[in-house]
């Protein structure tokens, strides 16, 4: 099951969200790819992004799984610049 969430991330502007942004539970490669930890999971998706002057960071709309979507959950965001960002679950209107 996956739900409708708000995902701040980043502190600078990100590429425009083209293709979906993967989520996962580790800064490890969204490619699959896993922390020593061995903990890194794909848990959502970032489908709409864009960055927030006012908040000073990028907000997204996100499919994001159940184990994972309350509110204050810390995950990773995969941008295609590369860069992996930190994000927080966020209820919705920002």
């Known amino acids: 099951q996956r739900m409708l969430r708000g995902i701040k991330f980043g502190d600078g502007p990100s590429p425009p969200c083209g293709e979906p942004f993967p989520v996962?539970?580790?800064?490890?490669?969204?490619?699959?790819?896993?922390?020593?930890a061995g903990r890194d999971e794909i848990v959502?998706?970032?489908?709409?992004?864009?960055?927030?002057?006012?908040?000073?960071?990028?907000?997204?709309?996100?499919?994001?799984?159940?184990?994972?979507w309350e509110f204050g959950t810390r995950l990773f965001v995969h941008t295609p610049d590369g860069k992996t960002h930190n994000g927080t679950v966020e209820p919705f209107p920002f």
């Open 24 to 36: 996962t539970t580790g800064p490890a490669s969204s490619s699959g790819g896993q922390s020593s």
């Open 44 to 68: 959502g998706q970032i489908t709409s992004g864009i960055y927030s002057p006012r908040l000073g960071c990028n907000v997204g709309m996100s499919m994001i799984e159940k184990t994972h």
